[in-house]
């Protein structure tokens, strides 16, 4: 059984910074990609940004150069440090990853989602 288990959300004020975390718990395998996708109300889920196991890159052109994605693979865990907040941030944020358990296929996993508010 694997969770992914996410903190760091809250309020901030635009301008701000917040980091959130993720860690897989249980007993992962392997974990592929991890990423961040984030849903505001009324619209749909997108992605934020992602990493590679080997670590590259990719960000939602509306986030690249304030965001930024990084992964401890001793520890399971994605990161995403976001920097110079604006209001139309606000959402809430999940953390997904494609984790393999032993002798088992790769599977899509989502956490329960973190709140992140800008105020103006």
């Known amino acids: 059984q694997v969770q992914l288990v996410e903190s760091g959300g809250g309020l901030v004020q635009a301008g701000g910074s917040l980091r959130l975390s993720c860690a897989a718990s249980g007993r992962p395998f392997s974990i592929n990609a991890m990423g961040w996708y984030r849903q505001a109300p009324g619209k749909q889920r997108e992605l934020v940004a992602q990493?590679?196991?080997?670590?590259?890159?990719n960000y939602a052109d509306s986030v690249k150069g304030r965001f930024t994605i990084s992964r401890d693979n001793a520890k399971n865990t994605v990161y995403l440090q976001m920097n110079s907040l604006k209001p139309e941030d606000t959402a809430v944020y999940y953390c997904?990853?494609?984790?393999?358990?032993?002798?088992?296929?790769?599977?899509?996993?989502w956490g329960q989602g973190t709140q992140v508010t800008v105020s103006s």
């Open positions: 990493i590679s196991q080997a670590g590259s890159t």
């Open positions: 997904n990853a494609d984790i393999a358990l032993y002798g088992l296929p790769y599977n899509d996993y």
